[in-house]
């Protein structure tokens, strides 16, 4: 048998990168490939990249810099670069880096082992088609190696929404949903494997209308069916827009036992105007609606969102009405980011907020986003939750796992086994976690 080579890959961005990033190392392994921590150990170097902030894509070029020596000392080690920098810069990446060997899009990278291939035969390799065929198609069967208890299963794709901020339409194309049979399929490889908690992903998850045998199927209803896959335990799913939440959604929260309390539910902005000029379909109102309509399907459900400042033309009194609807919501958890422009996109061209402002308004966003976090993690103590346990803590005979609410919850002297699903009693909030006992 020929010698095993090792690929190292780094992920940038959401967690569809990271399931990306599972599958390409899933089918290199068929090119003879098993992952390293270590990249100095690697034959392969693969960066799994995101583009949907200007820093993001980067950060990409300066780490590549950085293997201009680990080339130089071994001239063998191939270099890719996959993701949305890729998809969006293509050649682009070959000319200001000429090591890299090869650059897949989103779309392509089934093809990562012919692409190796030519790699090795001293060619560039390109591929930022979007291919007729579905990637997941070509992809193998996931093999049957144990795994931990958590796992991201991607059912949509893409996005015809056209924020008029944003990258995703153009780098990870048209919105696809994924047949039904095929994520069933794959749920339950994930849970032979080991697998209790799955999180289904799409850049507009809630959109997801895939192929099931008596015509498309509605996340819910996926859900439901999901719900019936026996050692399954957990289900929750992310990125959602507030229009796509379609009733049958908002119900499951109250009556599915395995979908778990809570939902991320980016809402951008809080200021009519700003929505109306990010594209974004909704307004302040409908989505105070339908936070409220959530909250009586699923009283204790956890609220998480996105938030964009200094968006152009958003004024102080913009922004304000932003942190109202947060003060008005009150989340658990929340990502926050300066607007950035992306090239392209139609806000492009539109004239920026004062840099010094826009920080400003980030940092007093983060504080009461922080505020809220605190206080919803506080009220936690006393209340009994259910944690599923990942893996071991920092210290002797403590576990770490999650609550219903994704909260990090630590065990200290605890019996249970990573896999397991036990009651918790919280006892203390900590900075970003919580203590419990097992009950
Ligand atoms: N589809 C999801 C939605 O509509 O909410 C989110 C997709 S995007 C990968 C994740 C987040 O990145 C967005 O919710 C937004 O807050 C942020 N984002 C996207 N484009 C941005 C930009 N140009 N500048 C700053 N933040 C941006
Ligand atoms: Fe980007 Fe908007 Fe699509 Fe979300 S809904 S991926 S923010 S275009």
Not at 380 to 388: C, K, P
């Amino acid at each position: 048998m020929a010698d095993t080579k090792k690929l190292f890959i780094k992920t940038y961005g959401c967690q569809m990168n990271v399931y990306d990033s599972e599958r390409m190392a899933e089918a290199m392994g068929g090119a003879g490939y098993e992952t390293t921590d270590t990249v100095d150990d690697a034959d392969m170097i693969l960066l799994n990249t995101c583009h949907i902030r200007e820093k993001a894509a980067e950060k990409v070029y300066s780490e590549l810099g950085r293997f201009k020596g680990l080339k130089a000392e071994k001239p063998d080690l191939k270099i890719g670069v996959a993701g949305c920098v890729a998809q969006a810069e293509g050649e682009e990446i070959m000319r200001r880096q000429p090591m890299v060997d090869l650059v897949v899009g989103p779309q392509a990278y089934h093809r990562l082992p012919e692409m190796e291939a030519k790699a090795q035969a001293g060619e560039k390799a390109l591929d930022t088609d979007f291919p007729e065929e579905d990637k997941f198609e070509k992809l193998k069967r996931r093999p049957r190696a144990k795994r931990g208890p958590t796992a991201f299963l991607t059912v949509q794709e893409g996005c015809d929404k056209f924020c008029a901020f944003c990258v995703v339409p153009y780098t990870r194309g048209a919105e696809v949903s994924r047949p039904v049979d095929r994520i069933l399929t794959e749920a339950r490889d994930l849970v032979e494997r080991g697998v209790r908690e799955i999180t289904l992903l799409g850049q507009n998850v809630n959109a997801y209308h895939g192929a099931g045998a008596d015509g498309d199927w509605s996340l819910a209803r996926l859900i439901w069916e999901l719900d019936k896959v026996d050692g399954l335990e957990r289900i929750r799913f992310t990125t959602s827009h507030p229009n796509d939440m379609m009733d049958d959604l908002i119900e499951a929260h109250g009556t599915c036992q395995k979908l778990m309390p809570y939902l991320h539910l980016p809402v951008q902005s809080g200021s009519d105007k700003i929505l109306k000029r990010m594209n974004r379909n909704h307004d302040r109102d409908s989505y105070l609606k339908l936070i409220e309509r959530i909250r009586e399907a699923r009283p204790d459900i956890l609220l998480s969102g996105d938030f964009i400042v200094g968006f152009p033309e958003e004024t102080e009194a913009d922004f304000q009405d932003t942190m109202d609807l947060i003060e008005d919501v009150k989340y658990g958890q929340a990502f926050s980011f300066k607007y950035s422009t992306r090239p392209g996109t139609p806000a492009a061209e539109r004239a920026l907020v004062d840099d010094a402002e826009a920080t400003d308004r980030l940092y007093r966003l983060q504080g009461l986003i922080t505020q809220q976090q605190r206080e919803i993690q506080d009220s936690m103590v006393g209340r009994e939750v259910s944690v599923l346990f990942e893996r071991a803590g920092r210290f002797e005979g403590q576990m770490m796992g999650k609550s219903e609410y994704l909260h990090a919850v630590h065990v200290a002297d605890c019996k249970a086994e990573i896999g397991e699903l036990a009651k918790v009693r919280i006892v203390e909030s900590r900075t970003n976690s919580l203590a419990g006992k097992l009950i």
